[in-house]
């Protein structure tokens, strides 16, 4: 017997390799992958909210964009300064916001104009969206104290990527306050001006 195994010991070492190769595949192969972890994933039900997600899932709702005013294109957008178009378009109802927008509008600049107020005084209102609303000709709080919701809705559909801020950060509330000078009660509701 040691005879037969000295001549054929490669092809018996070669089986046993082949067979040990075989059943780690079929091992393997019928396995499943298993997450096994202790903490629960924000995507299992009833899991709680993720903590970077909170701020989004308790702030209001961005308004619904109304449709176009007389004179504006489906975009949105105007070939010319807001401040013309309700001269060139009657309102179909007339309110007193677009009267005292177009009383003291004035051409679109980056910067506040001599007459106008510092608008990126107002929380949530920066240098790009005063910039925005300087191009439809709002320069001074008081006029953002006096819109309406007509108003906000119609300024609202015009600030792309920023709909819903003018409500969510109570732009009339932070105007009115500031256009009356109340700096303290300001500070108190919204915190210090930056």
């Known amino acids: 017997m040691s005879e037969l195994l000295q001549t054929y010991w490669p092809l018996i070492v070669a089986a046993l390799l082949l067979g040990l190769v075989i059943a780690w595949y079929l091992f393997n192969s019928s396995r499943k992958t298993r997450v096994t972890s202790t903490s629960r994933d924000v995507l299992d039900d009833g899991a709680a909210p993720a903590q970077r997600n909170k701020a989004l899932i308790d702030s209001a709702p961005a308004a619904t964009p109304m449709q176009p005013a007389a004179g504006v294109p489906a975009g949105g957008a105007t070939t010319e300064p807001a401040a013309t178009t ?5 309102a179909p109802t007339p309110t007193p916001a677009p009267a005292s927008a177009s009383a003291s509008a004035t051409p679109a600049s980056a910067s506040a104009p001599a007459g106008g107020d510092d608008l990126t005084r107002i929380k949530g209102l920066g240098p790009k969206l005063s910039a925005t609303l300087h191009g439809m000709g709002v ?56």
């Open 86 to 90: 309700p001269a060139a378009t009657p």
């Open 139 to 194: 320069t001074t709080f008081a006029q953002i104290a006096a819109w309406d919701d007509a108003e906000i809705d119609r300024v609202d559909a015009q600030m792309g990527r920023f709909q819903g801020r003018i409500r969510r950060d109570d732009w009339v509330g932070q105007a009115a306050m500031l256009a009356a000078g109340d700096e303290a009660g300001f500070a108190d509701r919204f915190g210090k001006l930056s």
